[in-house]
């Protein structure tokens, strides 16, 4: 991002910060306190000196034990006022972290699945958690104390000139060099730490990819492969790593120099005041403890600025996200679909996933309310991809899909998915219970809901022979669970929803028969009284629907029901049927004239 644009980012950042104004304005009041507390006890260790310096005796004596009971008092009371600052300081940093980090979830849930597919789930997941927590030291740390740390630099600036204007000249005369050169070292940081930010996001993508994919490393003997990338993200960002040291070694080594060098000039120049009488011993030790106030914010400043570079590189990174165009018709926009039949009607959409290529090429369709159709083709010909288009997961390129007669692009995105059931060919099952994983069909649903939904499901049985039954954990992505029962949870959420038109993405091939017997029974009475459309991977499952769409390199090459398709002899539906039962090692028949009757998959095909 151009860092013309950091003000922007900044302004949007810090307007986080407006509901909480109140304890932001106590928090800095305490603050401003806290820090400009100490700048009192200097003033008594002068006094303290001279008294012993100058004289003794019972009333210099009351006076001395005054001054140390006073300073006893000021360090407790600075105790206290650190612990409420503290206290103050970091619940305001939490909720206001907190507040972006819900902003920036729901935001990304609702930007494009092209976002998804061009990003890692392990980069998305840095933005949210190690972006957001580097971004919070901007107002947790390095925001509000350097706010602080300049009060405090202001006040003592003002009693060191009070004590002696000459040596505060000598005091902030490397200040101008130190300011320029921290400068300077601070838009090389920002760069760096952006990069560095860059590369860690890399990391962590390889890292939850390569757990994710865990099974397959190993069933490939893989894990030499994955430890050598991962060795080389590694490298990678630990060069930025090591160009953050070598920045830090530089701010922090000018900064101990430039600080340090007028110490000792006060010390040599104030030690020839002392020797002519113009200036007390107890204010040069004052002088010099002031000096070490001094030093201390320009060296916590220099050590800030580092911060501030990795918290505004965050801030950026967070509001290149924020940025991101949502999918049209979120956040209530649009009117709500209405589903009075169920009709759907596909008129000439053309759409692919990179520019100029294609991968459905004017398809044009009817489905008529309340039937049930299936779409077959060989892999690749676009099936799913039209299925995608009907709950707008992706926008066509040319063309409508409209629903009893509504245009879906210009209708309210979640009253459109709500009216749609979609039972994927891979469930994704999350980390929960196998209550929780059902409830996600309807949120609200009550125990006998889920209990009606999972037998109608066919999960009922399994269920309750689970060690805690509804109550058990599934673990991440159901791994506990087979295919089959994973299928049925998906079926018992579709029922739970309850949506007038259903697409069902089969896959019952990977299933043992009697898994696949009780997702079919379940799949068929799912569909009853709904439209629905089901993409066919195996051809027998599609015999009894009301209409079959062949697809075939992204075109609709024909269309009708099973007997009239599976007629016309050498046909693209008849060479589907001809190949599947090819791969199922059926005897081979020779062509002839008259139709031979074959059986496949429980019917009977005329080949």
């Not at 210099?60 to 503290?86: C, E, N, P, S, W």
């Not at 509000?144 to 005091?171: C, E, H, P, Q, R």
């Not at 960002?237 to 090591?242: D, I, T, V």
Request: proline share 4%.
């Amino acid at each position: 991002m151009d860092a013309r644009k950091q003000p922007t980012t900044l302004r949007r950042f810090l307007a986080y910060l407006k509901p909480y104004r109140g304890w932001l304005l106590l928090s800095t009041v305490v603050g401003v306190v806290k820090y400009n507390l100490p700048v009192v006890f200097p003033w008594i260790l002068k006094d303290v000196i001279d008294i012993l310096v100058t004289g003794n005796g019972s009333g210099v004596r009351f006076t001395f034990d005054q001054l140390m009971g006073a300073a006893v008092l000021i360090f407790l009371a600075y105790a206290l006022i650190t612990a409420l600052r503290t206290h103050l300081a970091d619940r305001l940093a939490h909720r206001m972290i907190f507040d972006i980090r819900r902003d920036l979830f729901q935001h990304i849930q609702k930007l494009p699945l092209d976002f998804y597919h061009a990003k890692q789930t392990g980069a998305i997941s840095s933005r949210l958690i190690s972006d957001v927590s580097q971004a919070q030291n901007f107002f947790g740390l390095a925001g509000t104390n350097f706010f602080m740390d300049f009060t405090s630099l202001l006040t003592i600036t003002g009693v060191v000139s009070y004590l002696n204007w000459k040596l505060a000249l000598v005091t902030y005369s490397t200040l101008p060099i130190y300011l320029f050169l921290q400068r300077r070292l601070r838009r090389r940081m920002r760069f760096n730490s952006r990069e560095a930010r860059r590369r860690m996001e890399i990391l962590e993508g390889g890292i939850h990819e390569s757990i994710a994919g865990i099974s397959e490393i190993k069933s490939f003997t893989h894990e030499g492969e994955q430890s050598r990338r991962f060795a080389d993200r590694c490298w990678s960002y630990l060069q930025s790593a090591f160009e953050n040291v070598r920045i830090n070694a530089i701010s922090l080594g000018t900064t101990a120099l430039l600080t340090r060098v007028p110490a000792v000039l006060v010390i040599w120049i104030g030690g020839h005041f002392v020797l002519r009488g113009e200036l007390s011993l107890g204010a040069l030790m004052a002088f010099y403890a002031y000096l070490e106030m001094v030093y201390n914010p320009l060296t916590r400043l220099s050590e800030l600025n580092i911060q501030l570079a990795n918290s505004q590189a965050a801030i950026d990174r967070l509001f290149e996200f924020f940025d991101l165009a949502t999918e049209t018709g979120t956040d209530g926009q649009g009117p709500p679909l209405t589903v009075r039949a169920g009709g759907i009607r596909v008129q000439g959409v053309t759409f692919g996933y990179l520019p100029g290529q294609p991968v459905l090429k004017g398809i044009t369709l009817e489905v008529k309310p309340g039937s049930r159709v299936a779409l077959v083709g060989a892999s690749g010909a676009g099936k799913s991809t039209l299925v995608k288009l009907l709950v707008r997961f992706h926008d066509s390129w040319e063309g409508a899909i409209t629903i009893d007669g509504q245009d879906i692009r210009g209708v309210n995105l979640q009253s459109l998915r709500s009216q749609v059931g979609y039972v994927q060919q891979d469930p994704v099952l999350f980390s929960g219970t196998v209550e929780e994983n059902i409830r996600v069909g309807k949120p609200g649903a009550d125990q006998g809901e889920i209990l009606r939904a999972a037998e109608l499901a066919n999960a009922l049985e399994f269920t309750r022979q689970l060690p805690n039954a509804f109550q058990t954990e599934i673990g991440e992505r159901g791994v506990r669970l087979s295919g089959g029962q994973k299928q049925r949870i998906a079926i018992a959420r579709a029922f739970l929803k309850n949506a007038p038109i259903l697409v069902l993405d089969e896959s019952t091939s990977s299933l043992d028969l009697p898994s696949e017997r009780l997702v079919h029974e379940a799949l068929n009475r799912l569909a009853r009284g709904r439209t629905t459309i089901t993409i066919a991977h195996r051809l027998s499952t599609v015999a009894d629907a009301d209409w079959i769409f062949v697809l075939d390199g992204g075109r609709l090459v024909q269309q009708g029901t099973h007997e009239a398709l599976i007629r016309q002899t050498g046909g693209p539906y008849w060479k589907l049927c001809f190949d599947q039962m090819q791969a199922f090692m059926l005897p081979p028949t020779e062509q002839s004239a008259h139709p031979i009757s074959v059986p496949y998959g429980g019917a009977k095909y005329d080949l």
